[in-house]
């Protein structure tokens, strides 16, 4: 007889450890509080999110629908200086044209650590969530793929106001657990010394929204 | 009348707990001898009051803007156990889904098993050198130790976990191991060991943080293996989690060719909506913040996206001996936020190196004799004065109090000969059954009066075994008359 496998071994003792009787396990309450009870994109909720992202010190900018490109082309300005170049910044290869800044490099099948000395990276989100002041970005053509809203150091991420939702579980639910997702609260930040937070470690060290609507 | 032998550890059904000899679950002290150390140790109190307060103080004012934070601690409470008592199926499931994304999924029945499989996994790229994201079940493993005896580099990305890998020390906290050091030691260990770092650094939070930066980055880029542990992970969907700040693991989850994920099989949540109740439970309760920077969330492997290679090793390691403990199996409920420690007027005296473990702090003293058989960690379960504030905060309301109280009651059981403690008390009981023995024992008592020559308390350096109790508390010195005596005095011996 072959010895048992790890893994028959480990839910082996999982079994041993709950018994032959074990309880079923009770119905959890979601008694907690699903949703904001206001609608997405509901300007009270906008005002939450800019509130909740600047402070984490990251910059809001806001636009109507149709000012997008400008508006990117303005944060960009803002986050990167004077003497910035156009090819130094690239977009997530579904980016909406119309949103596009002329003369950006678009993002392609690239080795990503090429993408780590651009200047600056523009991307879409999947969903904002006001109360924690979080965007999430989702691995589709529009947000691109994870490198891009990592190595360049500054990040643009455009939101439109129908994205944007009041809570957490409100959040979660139009996300796609199946694709690999980053949510980003704030630029890169530790508390390691002496627990007091300090913006930009490794990931991009200015974040500057564009909230659209 | 036949004795009764004890049962020893009855509830842990033969289950084996953490091997001895790898691993960081033991120290090789007691607490109160190591506690007693710490204590002298001026610059690590001040350095630990003025980290935990600020958390703590962080930590109140976001919990406070949930109206609904007692409905999510109970949820995820709730959730925790009923995955518990269903934990068989749902490692099941996470590995088909895992298997079914592309992922490999590995078993491990202890640290050993697991650093063997890692150890393996690397080899097999070819590399010599991996980056980690910071993970307290491979710190628990001594995964680190494991790489390094088979000449792999390892590289903590972490800042904390780099600080104290750099200073060659020891992580003191879950979530901030580096909470024992200032800005001004950091800057200290970071001139002397990063090659080429900027001689006019500062000890400003921002600059150290800068420099740390800069040392990595190359070797983010460079890197072709990365190893993290996982924060959750979702049974139905196969999707793994991690919870952080700065952005290391991002690049660590990103851009390596092969990523190695080491988890605590507790560690898994049955549905990815249960992640609503976590991810706000979690930051707020941690940090401080009402997000972390970054989540990460992926399952299995996305063509054209991060890794191309994901393995996924689940570790048992004692959790199931503590599963077979009824009273202490919610300890595996912790989500590592860390929230007990920054509350604990013992953590914050002694700081997390006296508690010989990597889990330190009210969860560690419960959660590391239960893996490793509480013999081996007998004295962590007194490590506490039972003041409650952990199960306050502790987000998913583990009653680390009432383990505690288990625990001794399980060590005390355990004890083949009765402790001098047991007789002193055995002998007590006889004394105060007894008024005129009573009456003679107090006045023998005012003898103490002599040794403690005016102070308020008794000399702590008593002989044995009076010592075992005295060292760590102290003994008013006996009062000039006894109660019943200044009544006496008062108002007479009269009815």
Same mark, same amino acid.
């Given at each position: 007889m072959t010895p048992?496998?790890?893994?028959?071994?480990v839910?082996?003792?999982i079994?041993?450890?709950?018994?032959p009787?074990?309880?079923?396990p009770?119905?959890?309450?979601?008694?907690?509080?699903?949703?904001?009870?206001?609608?997405?994109?509901?300007p009270?909720?906008?005002?939450?999110?800019?509130?909740?992202?600047?402070?984490?010190r990251?910059?809001?900018?806001?636009?109507p629908p149709?000012?997008?490109?400008?508006?990117?082309?303005?944060?960009?300005?803002l986050?990167?200086?004077?003497?910035?170049?156009?090819?130094?910044?690239?977009v997530a290869p579904?980016?909406?044209a119309?949103?596009?800044?002329?003369?950006?490099?678009?993002?392609?099948d690239?080795?990503p650590?090429q993408?780590a000395d651009?200047?600056a990276?523009?991307?879409a989100?999947?969903?904002?969530?006001a109360e924690?002041?979080t965007?999430?970005?989702d691995?589709?053509p529009?947000?691109?793929?994870?490198a891009l809203?990592?190595?360049p150091?500054c990040?643009?991420?455009?939101?439109?106001?129908d994205?944007?939702?009041g809570?957490?579980?409100e959040?979660?639910?139009?996300?796609?657990?199946?694709?690999?997702l980053?949510?980003?609260?704030?630029?890169?930040?530790?508390?390691?010394?002496?627990?007091q937070?300090?913006?930009?470690?490794h990931?991009?060290?200015?974040l500057?929204?564009?909230?659209?609507g | 009348?036949?004795?009764t032998?004890?049962?020893?550890?009855?509830?842990?059904?033969?289950?084996?707990?953490a091997?001895?000899g790898v691993?960081?679950?033991r120290?090789d002290?007691?607490?109160?001898?190591?506690?007693r150390?710490?204590?002298?140790?001026?610059?690590?109190?001040?350095?630990?009051g003025?980290?935990?307060?600020?958390?703590?103080?962080?930590?109140?004012?976001?919990?406070?803007?949930?109206?609904?934070?007692?409905?999510?601690r109970?949820a995820?409470r709730?959730?925790?156990?009923?995955t518990m008592a269903?934990l068989d199926?749902?490692?099941e499931?996470?590995e088909?889904?895992?298997?079914a994304?592309g992922?490999?999924?590995?078993?491990?029945r202890?640290?050993?098993?697991a650093?063997e499989?890692?150890t393996?996994?690397?080899?097999?790229?070819?590399?010599?050198e991996?980056v980690?994201?910071?993970?307290m079940?491979?710190?628990?493993?001594?995964l680190?130790?494991?790489?390094e005896?088979?000449?792999l580099?390892?590289?903590?990305?972490?800042l904390?976990e780099?600080?104290v890998?750099l200073?060659?020390?020891?992580p003191?906290?879950?979530? *901030?191991? &580096?909470?024992?050091?200032? #800005?001004?030691?950091?800057r200290? %260990?970071f001139?002397r060991?990063?090659p080429? @770092?900027? !001689?006019?650094?500062?000890?400003?939070?921002?600059?150290?943080?800068?420099?740390a930066?800069?040392?990595?980055?190359?070797?983010f880029?460079?890197?072709?293996?990365a190893?993290?542990?996982?924060?959750?992970?979702?049974?139905?969907t196969?999707?793994?989690?991690?919870v952080e700040?700065?952005?290391?693991g991002?690049?660590?989850l990103t851009?390596?060719e092969?990523?190695?994920?080491v988890?605590?099989?507790?560690?898994?949540v049955p549905t990815?909506?249960?992640?609503?109740?976590f991810?706000?439970?979690?930051?707020?309760?941690?940090t401080g913040e009402?997000?972390?920077p970054?989540?990460?969330?992926?399952?299995?492997?996305?063509?054209?996206?991060?890794?191309?290679?994901?393995?996924l090793?689940?570790?048992?390691?004692?959790r199931t001996a *503590?599963? &077979?403990?009824?009273?202490g #199996?919610?300890?595996l409920?912790? %989500?590592?936020?860390?929230?007990?420690?920054? @509350?604990? !007027?013992v953590y914050e005296r002694?700081?997390g190196?006296?508690y010989g473990s990597?889990?330190?702090?009210p969860i560690?003293a419960?959660?590391?004799p239960?893996?490793?058989?509480?013999?081996?960690?007998?004295?962590?379960?007194?490590?506490?004065?039972?003041?409650?504030?952990?199960?306050e905060?502790?987000?998913v309301?583990i009653d680390i109090p009432?383990?505690?109280?288990?625990l001794?009651?399980e060590?005390?059981e355990a004890?083949?000969?009765?402790?001098?403690e047991a007789?002193?008390?055995?002998?007590?009981?006889?004394v105060?059954?007894?008024p005129?023995?009573?009456?003679?024992?107090?006045r023998a008592?005012?003898?103490?009066?002599?040794?403690?020559?005016?102070?308020?308390?008794?000399?702590?350096a008593?002989?044995p075994?009076?010592s075992?109790?005295?060292r760590?508390r102290?003994?008013?010195?006996?009062?000039k008359?006894?109660?019943?005596?200044?009544w006496?005095r008062e108002?007479?011996?009269g009815?």
């Open positions: 048992p496998s790890a893994r028959e071994e839910l082996g003792r079994r041993t450890a709950l018994g009787d074990r309880a079923t009770a119905e959890v309450a979601r008694d907690y509080r699903l949703t904001d009870g206001r609608p997405a994109g509901d009270a909720l906008l005002e939450l999110l800019v509130d909740r992202v600047e402070d984490y990251a910059t809001v900018l806001r636009c149709d000012q997008v490109d400008v508006t990117v082309l303005a944060a960009l300005e986050a990167l200086g004077a003497g910035w170049a156009r090819g130094d910044v690239v579904g980016l909406p119309e949103w596009r800044p002329d003369g950006c490099d678009v993002d392609d690239r080795p650590v993408l651009r200047a990276s523009v991307t989100v999947a969903v904002a969530i924690t002041g965007l999430v970005l691995g589709s529009a947000c691109g793929r994870r809203s990592l190595l150091d990040l643009v991420c455009v939101v439109t106001a994205q944007v939702v809570s957490v579980p959040g979660l639910a139009r996300l796609d657990p199946l694709r690999p980053t949510m980003v609260s704030g630029p890169s930040a530790t508390s390691d010394i002496e627990l937070r300090v913006e930009g470690v990931g991009p060290r200015t500057m929204v564009v909230l659209a | 009348m036949t004795a032998v004890p049962p020893k550890a009855p509830t842990f059904l033969g289950l084996p707990t091997p001895r691993g960081h679950l120290g002290r007691s607490f109160p001898d190591a506690a150390e710490a204590l002298r140790d001026g610059q690590l109190r001040a350095n630990l003025h980290a935990t307060s600020t958390i703590r103080g962080k930590r109140g004012r976001v919990v406070a803007e949930l109206p609904d934070w007692a409905q999510l109970e995820g709730a959730l925790k156990a009923a269903r199926d749902h490692l499931e996470l088909r889904q895992v298997t994304r992922g490999v999924v590995h078993w491990a202890d640290a050993v098993e650093n499989i890692v393996r996994l690397v080899q097999a790229t070819g590399t010599t991996v980690k994201v910071k993970s079940a491979t710190q628990e493993i001594g680190n130790e494991a790489l005896a088979a000449g580099d390892v590289y903590e990305t972490d904390a780099l600080i890998q200073g060659e020390d020891k003191s906290h879950i979530l *901030v191991p &580096a909470i024992h050091k200032n #800005r001004a030691e950091i200290e %260990i001139l060991t990063i080429g @770092v900027d !001689p006019g650094l500062t000890d400003d939070p921002r600059h150290l943080a800068m420099a930066r800069q040392h990595l980055r190359e070797r880029l460079r890197a072709r293996v190893i993290s542990g996982a924060n959750f992970a979702v049974a139905e196969g999707t793994l989690t991690v700040s700065e952005g290391n991002r690049m660590c851009l390596p092969t990523l190695i994920t988890m605590g099989i507790e560690k898994i990815w909506r249960d992640l609503e109740v991810l706000q439970l979690l930051p707020r309760s941690s009402r997000m972390n970054y989540t990460s969330t992926w399952a299995g492997v996305t063509p054209g996206d991060g890794p191309q290679e994901f393995h090793v689940l570790l048992d390691n004692g *503590v599963l &077979a403990d009824e009273v #199996r919610e300890a409920h912790c %989500i590592r936020c860390s929230a007990c420690l920054n @509350v604990c !007027p002694a700081g190196h006296a990597v889990y330190p702090g560690g419960v959660l590391s239960m893996l490793t058989g509480v013999e081996d960690n007998a004295s962590l379960p007194y490590a506490s004065s039972l003041c409650g504030a952990c199960y905060v502790c987000p309301a009432s383990i505690l109280v288990h001794r009651a060590h005390v004890q083949e000969k009765p402790t001098a007789l002193a008390f055995r002998g007590l009981a006889k105060m059954s007894n005129r023995l009573w009456h003679l024992t107090q008592a005012k003898l103490g009066r002599l040794i403690s020559r005016g102070k308020p308390t008794l000399p702590n008593m002989p075994p009076i075992g109790w005295t760590s102290d003994l008013p010195t006996p009062p008359e006894t109660f019943v005596e200044s006496v108002h007479g011996s009815s």
